[in-house]
């Protein structure tokens, strides 16, 4: 709980800022994946060890990561390292297990896309055709929620279930299908179906719900028969055995304290996959084939999801994948205590997996660097500031009549509001701070040398500024 006050204390002090100037039986438990033996211990290296070392090092360095394993493809080579520490204290591996959070609807898409292709749905087919008899699903504007507007974001739905509890450490943990069909039926879309994008765990979940239930058997055995088992993805859970938990890594948060693994019910789809990087490396090998007309299993159904959904130049989307004005395919995930990236360029015939075992959504800079080491080009980050260059950004800041602590521990800087436990601050640059509980951006700025005030740039783009006090 105390992780939302803050940012509902910054959120608050820069609206103040801008003023100035049905129910059903519950579902029986979801099948568990079929366990497996370990996959082997040795993960592929190859000619680009160094580079992605010299990457990942900082990271370390400066204390901002647990653990992370990255894989890359560059056509028929792979390579596959792990870094800091993994399950029993040990580096992790490729077979090390993640929580994969948003990446997961990666999965949830393919499903989609296997049934369209099996003609078992269609992208069209309106989400009210899948519902128990009785449950009801708004509509805007005459318009009607498809499944194609579920798994492209499209839906309206809210962005967080109306009965969910997001200020708790685990929120969905409970989170069972009555529930989800109470809060579909009771919402209210933001917009008409088909006309805006806007994230939405609901939708997510609301579509692999109507798949599980249209193909059989519920979502989590529907994505084992239609996905895992053709793309022979032994380390991809919704319900990670026994067999495999010894090799589930912990996760941490930016400041590298344990977090509670994640629990997602019947919002699995959005959110509760999990696996490893052999698995994610394999999947971008299939998505590679399948944009050069492959014919294995699952091929035709990624190459629906790789059709450009938007009618526009540049980035565009997928169907459950997000396309950048590159060309290249990709999706992120976070939890309390992972972070996620899976991507790949048909063009180039390459791709690049990050799973990390700290909630660190800067992370993803580093994709566009690894694409620049399979390239041969020189890459890095900007230099994170030194335990003394941190030191001149403590003290106190007034941020629309809110005042802001700012201190310095060691290499780690940390911001604070009236009465609550202090938030790490994430470098990106020696004056640039990522939030990772706001999804904010925090800039030290002065004058003559000295720091005079910190500017916080909000997800919506307003920037507030706070003098030094």
């Not at 989800?180 to 979940?205: E, I, K, N």
């Not at 997602?264 to 959005?270: K, S």
């Not at 602590?405 to 640039?432: C, F, M, Q, T, W």
Request: proline share 9%.
């Amino acid at each position: 709980m105390r992780r939302i006050t803050l940012a509902m204390t910054l959120l608050a002090a820069a609206v103040a800022a801008a003023a100035c100037g049905p129910r059903v039986k519950p579902p029986p438990p979801l099948p568990s994946h079929p366990a497996t033996l370990p996959p082997p211990a040795t993960d592929p290296s190859g000619p680009h060890e160094a580079a992605i070392t010299a990457l990942v090092t900082p990271f370390l360095d400066a204390e901002l990561l647990r653990g992370v394993v990255i894989g890359v493809v560059d056509h028929d080579a792979t390579e596959i390292y792990g870094f800091g520490s993994g399950p029993n204290h040990q580096p992790p591996t490729g077979a090390t297990l993640f929580e994969l959070g948003t990446a997961s609807k990666i999965y949830t898409s393919l499903l989609l896309c296997e049934a369209v292709q099996r003609r078992e749905v269609t992208l069209d087919t309106p989400l009210a055709d899948l519902m128990p008899a009785g449950v009801s699903v708004p509509t805007k504007d005459g318009k009607v929620i498809t499944l194609l507007e579920l798994a492209n974001e499209a839906s309206g739905l809210p962005a967080v279930p109306a009965s969910a509890k997001p200020d708790q450490p685990d929120p969905y943990a409970d989170y069972a299908e009555d529930k989800l069909l109470s809060d579909l039926a009771t919402a209210r879309l933001d917009s008409a179906p088909g006309t805006q994008l806007g994230s939405s765990l609901l939708g997510a979940g609301v579509l692999g719900y109507a798949l599980g239930r249209k193909i059989g058997g519920g979502y989590s055995s529907a994505l084992y028969s239609h996905v895992l088992a053709p793309l022979d993805l032994e380390s991809t859970f919704v319900v990670v055995p026994p067999e495999a938990k010894a090799r589930v890594a912990t996760g941490s948060t930016t400041d590298l304290a344990d977090a509670l693994p994640s629990h997602w019910g019947v919002l699995a789809p959005a959110g509760g996959v999990i696996s490893d990087v052999r698995d994610q490396v394999a999947v971008v090998r299939a998505e590679l084939d399948a944009s050069a007309n492959g014919v294995g299993a699952l091929r035709s159904a990624m190459r629906l999801t790789q059709d450009a959904q938007l009618d526009r130049e540049g980035d565009n989307e997928g169907i459950g994948l997000q396309l950048d004005s590159y060309g290249r395919y990709w999706h992120t995930g976070s939890t309390a205590g992972f972070h996620s990236f899976i991507g790949f360029d048909p063009k180039t015939k390459r791709g690049v997996v990050i799973l990390a075992s700290t909630a660190l959504s800067p992370l993803d800079r580093m994709a566009d660097l690894l694409y620049d080491v399979l390239e041969g080009k020189a890459a890095s980050l900007p230099p994170f500031p030194t335990a003394e260059q941190l030191g001149p950004y403590a003290g106190g800041y007034d941020l629309a009549g809110t005042h802001l602590v700012v201190s310095v521990d060691g290499k780690r800087i940390y911001v604070a509001g009236p009465g609550e436990p202090r938030h790490r601050l994430v470098p990106l640059s020696p004056n640039i701070f990522w939030l990772e509980e706001l999804a904010a951006v925090v800039v030290f700025e002065g004058d003559n040398g000295a720091i005079t005030r910190l500017s916080l740039l909000l997800p919506n783009g307003q920037r507030v500024v706070g003098p030094r006090s």
